[in-house]
Structure formats: C-alpha cells, structure tokens
C-alpha cells in the first residue's frame, strides 16, 4: 500500500540554525512527490515538488529537498531558519490513480529565537 | 481573486442546522478535493470531483454531501453533524491528466467548522 511517514511530530530549532524534516514514504513505482506548509489558520501551500530528474530539488523560501529512491526518502532542508518557518510541514506523494494525494501526518516546527 | 477562495472562513452551527460550504478554483483545473484537517490527525481525503464528476468517496457519512456543478465550483452541503465533525476543511485542486501524474494541487485557506 501506499503510504508516507512522517517520523518526527515536533521539531523545535533555534533561528539561524539548519533545519533537516524526514519523509519515508511506500510506492510502487517512481513517486511523485512534494512538500507542502501550513501556516496557524491557513491552507496548505507547496514549497517543492519531485517529479523526475536531478535528484536535489530547489523551492520557495529557500527550501530544498533531495530524492534517495534507495531509502525511500524525500527529506527537506534549509541552511538556515527563519522565524517565519514557524509552521506544519507535510510530505505527500502522488497515487497511482486518480491524482490523489497521499499525505503524511506532518511535522511542526516551532523556531527558537 | 486567484487560486482557490473558500467560503465561510469560519463556520458556528448547531447538531440540527444546515449549512454549506463553498469552494471556488479561478486556476482552469478540472479536478476538484475536499479534506477534512482534525486536530492530530492527517488530512483525510473525503471526495475526488475530475469533470464534475465524483471520482471518489472515502466512506464519508452521508451527513455530508458534496455537489460540483462545474468544474469551478465545489459544496460541501452539511446537514445534522456531530461535535466530532468540527474541523478544518479544504478544498483543493489541480489539473488531473488522468494517470494521476503531475497531480500537484493547489489548496484554499480552508472553513475552520465548529459544531456545538
């Protein structure tokens, strides 16, 4: 079955500090794959999206994420947080049909002035 | 207005009151999702529209019932809900090519639904 895990709950990180959010995720064959954050109140928004090619991908707010199809990870990091990073976090890979979404359960991050 | 506007915002209704939701996409997308977001708990897909047509149902109560009159437009029609129904709900869509591929979806900001 398809599934993402999102292992850390809540990561707390002081400002100026790098940040490193886990994704594991079951597919059958190439994912589709993306991360989204959710700021207090609001709807989700889509930092970055993997779908094919170089394995290190670049999105918005100077996030990245890099592929490992050898450990079934698709991890995002940034050099350096923001107090605004204060947020939800969520990994979500593409089904195999209907262009669903499959999401995992989020991680929150809270930033340490 | 762009991307995906959803109305109300926020949502007081009693077990006995009928209320909807509404969803708007100004994006040209031609599926159309509703989530329900508990406390704690991960996005839970309730309803796939691609082409006005419901694609999906994840054995959601029959207390909600959804309508998508065109590819623009999505309901969420409530009816009788129970405390546990309170919520957030989104509303989401993309551009479905079929295979699931490049299924990228753009989310509204949400109605934050409580039931007294």
């Not at chain 1, 700021?39 to 999105?59: H, I, R």
């Not at chain 2, 708990?41 to 529209?49: A, I």
């Not at chain 2, 047509?53 to 109560?61: F, L």
Request: with cysteine.
């Amino acid at each position: 079955a398809q599934s993402v895990t999102q292992p850390d709950i809540h990561i707390t990180v002081s400002e100026g500090a790098s940040l490193e959010l886990r994704c594991n995720y079951s597919y059958g064959a190439t994912p589709y794959l993306f991360w989204y954050v959710q700021s207090p109140g609001q709807g989700l928004q889509l930092l970055l999206k993997y779908f094919s090619g170089d394995t290190l991908v670049q999105g918005i707010k100077g996030f990245e994420a890099e592929f490992k199809r050898s450990q079934s990870s698709f991890n995002l990091r940034k050099p350096s947080v923001h107090w605004s990073d204060a947020a939800e976090y969520f990994c979500a890979v593409g089904a195999l049909e209907g262009g669903k979404l499959i999401f995992g359960q989020g991680t929150e991050l809270s930033v340490k002035p | 207005e762009t991307g995906v506007t959803q109305t109300p915002r926020h949502l007081v209704m009693g077990m006995t009151n009928k209320k909807s939701l509404k969803c708007e996409q100004h994006l040209g997308h031609n599926a159309m999702y509703w989530y329900k977001q508990s406390a704690k708990k991960p996005l839970e897909l309730m309803f796939v529209y691609n082409f006005k047509e419901q694609t999906e149902n994840n054995s959601v109560p029959s207390r909600f019932s959804p309508e998508c009159p065109n590819s623009s437009h999505l309901f969420l029609h409530l009816h009788t809900l129970q405390p546990e129904d309170s919520a957030l709900y989104l509303c989401a869509s993309s551009q479905s090519r079929g295979s699931g591929a490049l299924n990228e979806q753009f989310f509204g900001p949400g109605t934050r639904l409580t039931v007294l």
